[in-house]
């Protein structure tokens, strides 16, 4: 390694330190809200963990809601951390509409909100910030894989989507069908939500794959999350056909599971998420309540995509213990 390439990860490695610091100054001992959607996928399980470790190594007292997947159920959560006055509110929202009044309310009592994982269709001035990926991106990335896979093959896809109305369904579906515009050899041509659960997805393919000559006419599944592809390939393997040989399986997360999977060949490809939504919520928080700093309105992490070429088994090794 060069000079120059150590001074570069020592200087990333001092800002990094920095903004721990930072943020456990600003941090320690206040109140933060979570309303967290429910427990859906195990992605979901680990940005739960995830945020609960964050919380406790920055000395924050962190009042953790699950909403059951219920919209009503976070924002009595987010009514219940106003009336206690929190110092702030975590909130991944489940759905995009229906948050204004709740989110003026946060506002009214000057109590900063932080968007988790998921946008809300709501003035940009009733929230400080949303950590989230770029989830038309994360659909492109699939779209591309799958167009550079089959090629000029002819490609009948089916789509699993999320949850209706959230904004991971909604943009990952526009980023696939961007990515395979123009490309008349790949067509969407059934999809339905499996609300981004395995049972569901596993459900909902088994309709699929019935509808479509037992199997044989689909040539991949396009899950807008990694559970509900571990449901799909169960449904292909009970119509006794091999997931990622006979039906190609791409989706989006990097669960652990999904990496076993393609340890087995059963899965194609996958687009991570990071689980890690606090640790730039928090240091964006440290920073405001610092000197009023003002984080940009989305904090953009990484879409990566993996693919059986990337060493799934070590892929797997390395996440089986972060809390999915
Ligand atoms: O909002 C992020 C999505 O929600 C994840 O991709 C999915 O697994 C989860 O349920």
Redesign the pocket.
């Known amino acids: 390694m060069n000079i120059i390439s150590k001074l570069a990860i020592a200087a990333s490695l001092a800002t990094a330190l920095t903004s721990v610091t930072i943020a456990q100054d600003n941090l320690q001992g206040l109140v933060v809200g979570f309303s967290q959607?429910g427990s859906?996928?195990?992605?979901?399980a680990a940005?739960t963990s995830v945020t609960k470790q964050q919380a406790e190594a920055l000395g924050v007292d962190l009042k953790f809601a699950d909403a059951q997947q219920k919209q009503e159920n976070q924002i009595k959560a987010i009514r219940g951390f106003i009336a206690q006055g929190v110092d702030a509110i975590l909130v991944?929202p489940v759905v995009a509409t229906g948050w204004d009044d709740v989110l003026a309310e946060a506002k009214e009592a000057e109590i900063p909100v932080l968007l988790l994982?998921?946008g809300v269709d709501a003035p940009e001035d009733l929230y400080l910030t949303m950590v989230?990926?770029d989830?038309v991106l994360e659909g492109r990335v699939a779209g591309d894989w799958l167009v550079a896979d089959v090629g000029d093959a002819d490609c009948k896809v089916v789509e699993l989507q999320?949850?209706v109305g959230?904004?991971?369904a909604i943009n990952?579906k526009q980023g696939f069908e961007e990515a395979i515009a123009g490309h008349d050899n790949i067509s969407i041509i059934r999809s339905q939500t499996g609300d981004?659960?395995r049972a569901k997805g596993k459900e909902v393919m088994e309709g699929f794959i019935k509808a479509e000559n037992g199997g044989a006419d689909i040539c991949a599944v396009y899950a807008?999350?990694?559970?509900m592809a571990v449901g799909a390939i169960q449904a292909i393997k009970d119509a006794g056909l091999k997931p990622g040989t006979d039906i190609k399986v791409v989706s989006?997360?990097g669960?652990p599971d999904i990496f076993s999977a393609m340890v087995a060949g059963e899965a194609n490809a996958t687009v991570e998420?990071t689980p890690n939504m606090a640790g730039p919520a928090f240091e964006a928080l440290a920073a405001y309540l610092k000197d009023g700093t003002v984080p940009p309105k989305t904090i953009i992490t990484e879409s990566k995509l993996y693919t059986p070429a990337d060493d799934p088994q070590g892929e797997y090794d390395t996440r089986k213990s972060l809390g999915y």
């Open positions: 959607i859906e996928s195990g992605w979901r940005e991944a994982d998921r989230a990926s989830q999320g949850t959230s904004t991971p990952r981004f659960t807008h999350n990694d559970d989006i997360d669960v998420l």
